[in-house]
């Protein structure tokens, strides 16, 4: 979904586990899947680690829990905090579609696989890459306070712990900050180039 990114002050759902791969963040089977809806990848988001074979959720996976089972929307929910090595695996786009489609507009990690990083970039996911200290702190902070928000400021390129003022800044490519600050794909940007970009082919014609 496109949407422009601005502060993003929100709870968290965090997933301690380190090398999450694409095939358990949607599983291989539904790459078969002839629809690029949003729902349906969002629906099957962790699906073998949130729903049993009949499709009964599994009530010790932490977005079955109480605290966390609410759908994102602003202020709930709308960061995911990972463990290192988040999105390894297949490159498979259908990952990020799966984030974004569940309402995630944050992914924070202390490390992340380049192509699932720039899908997720892709999709209006901001990947956050933060130091292995302040990812333990937020899961400190999270395990003792499930309610405790996190602020990430897009065009100050800063995220904050907002239970402990600890804040540190991430980086981003400008160009796709300047796309998800004014939610352009990447379609939308060139369009947006139009007059310059026919402004440059009369020019060039003339030699």
């Not at 099957?44 to 966390?68: C, H, I, Q, Y």
């Not at 498979?92 to 202390?110: K, L, P």
């Amino acid at each position: 979904m496109k949407q422009k990114f601005d502060i993003i002050q929100s709870t968290c759902v965090p997933l301690p586990l380190e090398n999450v791969d694409t095939d358990q963040i949607i599983p291989a089977r539904f790459l078969k899947a002839t629809s690029r809806d949003e729902k349906f990848f969002g629906d099957n988001l962790f699906r073998d680690w949130r729903f049993n074979a009949d499709g009964s959720p599994k009530a010790e996976f932490v977005m079955n829990t109480p605290d966390f089972s609410e759908a994102p929307r602003p202020g709930v929910h709308q960061i995911l905090v990972a463990g290192k090595n988040f999105g390894s695996g297949s490159s498979r786009e259908h990952a990020a579609w799966a984030i974004a489609g569940y309402g995630f507009r944050v992914v924070i990690s202390s490390f992340f696989a380049d192509i699932h990083k720039n899908n997720e970039l892709n999709n209006f996911v901001l990947p956050v890459v933060v130091s292995e200290g302040f990812l333990a702190e937020l899961f400190s902070t999270i395990a003792s306070n499930p309610a405790a928000e996190v602020r990430v400021d897009v065009p100050a390129q800063t995220v904050t712990n907002l239970s402990t003022g600890r804040s540190e800044r991430f980086e981003i490519n400008g160009y796709k900050k300047y796309c998800l600050v004014n939610a352009l794909d990447d379609i939308d940007y060139l369009l947006q180039q139009k007059a310059r970009i026919e402004e440059y082919e009369a020019s060039s014609k003339k030699y």
